[in-house]
């Protein structure tokens, strides 16, 4: 199993033209070695396939956990402050890969787009 630290940052949308590279998301997820996020090692390891919401306003900033459901991948919060579910439109399809971009339904009703900037290993520390 390869675990992988994966960056997503918000890629140019209609209220961001530029982009914005203060906004967006850090996954911990196995991918196969084609870029996929790899479901049997997730189903092993779903206690450390975590996602943190990162962006300049302190009120956006969101820990979670990458869950699947069906054919669905979304990003849980447990706390009502951080917001509703997100979800990861085909998120299983994807590769990701620097890039490459996904399309995420912010606080479960805004799809917004972002590309992958970067896909480390991770390598956890004691």
Not at 50 to 56: D, L, Q, S, T, Y
Not at 88 to 115: D, K, S
Request: net charge negative; hydrophobic share 35%.
């Amino acid at each position: 199993m390869s675990m992988k630290q994966i960056v997503l940052r918000l890629a140019r949308n209609e209220a961001t033209p530029d982009g914005d590279d203060r906004i967006g998301y850090v996954l911990l997820a196995p991918l196969t070695a084609d870029g996929l996020i790899d479901l049997e090692a997730w189903r092993a390891n779903r206690k450390r396939c975590v996602v943190r919401r990162f962006h300049p306003n302190p009120g956006e900033q969101a820990d979670g956990w990458l869950t699947h459901n069906g054919s669905k991948w979304r990003f849980h919060y447990d706390e009502v402050h951080e917001g509703d579910d997100e979800s990861g439109f085909r998120l299983g399809e994807h590769v990701f890969r620097p890039g490459e971009y996904v399309t995420i339904t912010h606080h479960g009703a805004e799809q917004l787009i972002y590309r992958v900037s970067d896909v480390m290993p991770f390598v956890e520390t004691a």
